[in-house]
């Protein structure tokens, strides 16, 4: 298999890792910083024996010479995590994953705000698709019994939070910094195991806790190996299967109809991210 195939396959297999992520969190229906906890200390014991087996302690001492982006890149991660079960918990999954492929375009904001980097024409021309996307979603969220625009604004802080966090760790990119992931979310596990009880309810969901945070740990080693043969737009592509698997897992599974709107809105906002990608993918190749 050459580099770009095994790419390809690594990643796509780190998508489909973490397509379930919203079907364990309504499965598992606890009060959502429990969720969160135990979300944080199994992903981060995973995330952990992979930076060991693969860096050693050395990675470690890199990270914590990464400075101020650094921290920040950790802060932000830990963050994300009661975010993401706030946002599936008050919203439908649809109009989550539809919102988180956003991303990109919050990245290519702050990008040019924090770093100076130009936005493109197509970018610009995808923000506004994007956003119109967005606005059929939160439109939708009022007449849906399901969505909310409380998950919504989850939803949204967790797409700017990644986004951030992307445009911190471009400061420090000579150094990995997926050591600070676990960092993160034990941090993030800490934090909320002072104002919650997880083991009360760990005996009677435990297979669903660890399962979890295992899909959630092996997606993230996953995807932090993968794009170092393929693209980043190929990436992004690629991360895109999530928008559309995950709605559909649930509604499969449990019968959760994310509703007109939703889809209409997420046709939007993957469509033109879609797109956009390709015509990157494109002009990439044309140049090689």
């Not at 969505?147 to 760790?169: E, M, P, Q, R």
């Not at 737009?233 to 559309?244: A, G, P, Y």
Request: hydrophobic content about 55%; charged content about 10%.
């Amino acid at each position: 298999m050459n580099t770009h195939l095994k790419g390809l396959a690594i990643t796509t297999v780190g998508v489909l890792f973490v397509v379930p992520d919203s079907l364990f969190v309504r499965l598992i229906g606890a009060d959502p910083m429990v969720t969160a906890f135990w979300r944080g200390l199994t992903a981060g014991t995973v995330v952990l024996v992979f930076v060991l087996l693969f860096q050693g302690p050395r990675g470690f001492r890199a990270v914590l010479g990464s400075g101020r982006a650094g921290a920040l890149y950790t802060v932000i991660i830990a963050t994300t995590t009661p975010g993401f079960v706030l946002a599936i918990t008050n919203t439908s999954v649809a109009n989550v994953v539809f919102i988180f492929a956003s991303i990109p375009i919050f990245a290519a904001i702050l990008s040019r705000v924090f770093l100076g980097e130009p936005i493109r024409r197509r970018m610009v021309a995808t923000m506004a698709v994007v956003l119109a996307g967005l606005a059929i979603i939160a439109y939708g969220s009022g007449s849906s019994g399901i969505a909310s625009w409380k998950g919504d604004l989850w939803a949204l802080y967790v797409s700017f939070a990644y986004a951030g966090a992307l445009t911190a760790v471009r400061k420090v990119r000579d150094i990995s910094m997926i050591p600070a992931i676990p960092a993160a979310y034990f941090g993030a596990a800490f934090a909320l195991g002072l104002f919650t009880d997880p083991w009360q309810v760990f005996p009677l969901h435990w297979q669903l806790f660890v399962g979890h945070g295992a899909f959630i740990g092996l997606a993230t080693c996953l995807l932090t190996l993968g794009p170092r043969y393929i693209s980043s737009t190929e990436v992004s592509l690629l991360i895109l299967l999530e928008s559309v698997l995950a709605p559909l897992l649930v509604w499969a599974v449990i019968g959760e109809d994310p509703g007109p709107w939703a889809l209409l809105g997420g046709a939007v906002v993957i469509g033109g991210l879609l797109v956009s990608n390709l015509v990157a993918l494109r002009r990439a190749s044309r140049s090689r």
